[in-house]
T-cell receptor, first 115, second 112 residues
C-alpha cells in the first residue's frame, strides 16, 4: 500500500503570491493533519480535518486555510506569502480521531521557499 | 499549553554504543506519545507509539518508555550503527484537536 503522498515536492514562490499544497492520505485513513516545520525546529500543528470537517486549528494566521475532499485528500492554501512561510510542510494521516491507538503517518513533505 | 523538550539537542557516539534520548512534556493529559526519525530534508518515519495506558514499547533495537505522571519518555537505542544517524523527534498527542506537539529533536551522529 502507498503511504501518504504530497505534491509538489519543492516549490519556489515570491512574497505576496499564493500557494496550494496537496496531500493524499493512506487508503482508508479519514483524518488528515498539516504541520509546518521551520529549519532546525520540530513541526508545528496547523490544521486537522476529519470526515471533511475542520476539527482543529493551530496558532496560524487566517492566510492559512485548508479543506478535505470526499476522497479524504486535502489541500493547504497559503495566501499573501511572507519570507517566514519558507518551511517544510508536512501532511499526516491517521485512520480516525480515536485516542491512544491513533498513530500518525507522515508524508515526505513539500519544501516551500519564499523569495 | 503543551510543551515538549528533548535533551540533548545533539549527540555523537561511536558505533556499537547503547544510548538514551530523553523527552519531557508539561501536560500529562495525553492520548499517546510517538517517537519519529527524520533524515535531512525528509519527512518523518514513525518508530514507536506508546499509548497513555502503556509503560513501554519495543521494536528491534529500539525501546521506548513512558512515565506519564512525571511527563517523561526515553528512547533507548541498543548497539548503535552509522545508519541510525538522523534527528529523533518526540511528539505527544493531546488536546481537543488531537494534535501532535513536537520537541525540537535530538540530532544523533553514530561514528563508524
Amino acid at each position: 500500500d502507498a503511504g501518504v503522498t504530497q505534491s509538489p515536492t519543492h516549490l519556489i514562490k515570491t512574497r505576496g503570491q499564493q500557494v496550494t499544497l496537496r496531500c493524499s492520505p493512506i487508503s482508508g485513513h479519514k483524518s488528515v493533519s498539516w504541520y509546518q516545520q521551520v529549519l532546525g525546529q520540530g513541526p508545528q500543528f496547523i490544521f486537522q480535518y476529519y470526515e471533511k470537517e475542520e476539527r482543529g486549528r493551530g496558532n496560524f494566521p487566517d492566510r492559512f486555510s485548508a479543506r478535505q475532499f470526499p476522497n479524504y485528500s486535502s489541500e493547504l492554501n497559503v495566501n499573501a506569502l511572507l519570507l517566514g512561510d519558507s518551511a517544510l510542510y508536512l501532511c499526516a494521516s491517521s485512520p480516525s480521531r480515536a485516542g491512544g491507538e491513533n498513530e500518525q503517518f507522515f508524508g515526505p513533505g513539500t519544501r516551500l521557499t519564499v523569495l | 499549553k503543551q510543551e515538549v523538550t528533548q535533551i540533548p539537542a545533539a549527540l555523537s557516539v561511536p558505533e556499537g554504543e547503547n544510548l538514551v534520548l530523553n523527552c519531557s512534556f508539561t501536560d500529562s493529559a495525553i492520548y499517546n506519545l510517538q517517537w519519529f526519525r527524520q533524515d535531512p530534508g525528509k519527512g518523518l518515519t514513525s518508530l514507536l507509539l506508546i499509548q497513555s495506558s502503556q509503560r513501554e514499547q519495543t521494536s528491534g533495537r529500539l525501546n521506548a518508555s513512558l512515565d506519564k505522571s512525571s511527563g517523561r519518555s526515553t528512547l533507548y537505542i541498543a548497539a548503535s550503527q552509522p545508519g541510525d544517524s538522523a534527528t529523533y523527534l518526540c511528539a505527544v498527542l493531546s488536546g481537543s484537536a488531537r494534535q501532535l506537539t513536537f520537541g525540537s529533536g535530538t540530532q544523533l551522529t553514530v561514528l563508524p
